[in-house]
């Protein structure tokens, strides 16, 4: 299987050589100076088959580029009060990192209520996480690490999860699609506290819904 998987990585990296301008560009931002690490998540995503992983990584570098997402952490949601009632309602932060220097990110997944803007306010919001997490974040902890740090773990905290959650369907199935399709393999692990007896029908709910999407 190593020698399988290297060979995968030495085509993906000859395919991927023959970038021009502005997707050469785009995938800078994407790899942080860590290219491998990069071709190594796609190969992941789609099971070492090196074609579907340029074809889903060259989907990603489009999508970048159609949405202008090299510069959405220069673009803050405006006004300011609507940019805080998002993150009222969004409520995730970093609280740390593991042993093994990755960062560590807490999701209050049951207090989050998703309420006060329209999906695509939220998705903006996801998706300037996300970029901070891969150009600031992670760079920061292979740099503390002295190796190359290029996942993260989740705690998804569910206190006071409601049957209610599963009107959010919709938008958690928005952005959790956006994540599968241009942000994979960048999380270790989850870890999952605090779940309520209402915790596995919500469960159900959300694999019905993102099997849809997916």
Known sequence: MAAA????IKQFSVLMEQLEEPLKTTFQN???GYPRGTLLRFLKAREWNVPKAYKMLMDCLNWRLQ????????KPILPAD???SIRDTLLVGLTGYSKQGQPVY???VGLSTFDRASVNYYLQSHIQMNEYRDRVVL????EMSGKQINTCLKVMDMTGLKLSALN?????????????????EKTETYYIVNAPYVF???WKGCEASFTRAN
């Open 5 to 8: 998987s290297e060979e995968a």
């Open 30 to 32: 994407v790899h942080q």
């Open 67 to 74: 949405n202008e997402i090299d510069s959405v952490l220069a």
């Open 82 to 84: 609507l940019y805080r």
């Open 106 to 108: 807490a999701f209050g």
């Open 139 to 142: 760079p920061g902890a292979s």
């Open 168 to 184: 959010q369907i919709k938008m958690l199935s928005t952005i959790t699609a956006v994540d599968d399709l241009n942000y994979p």
């Open 200 to 202: 596995s029908a919500c």
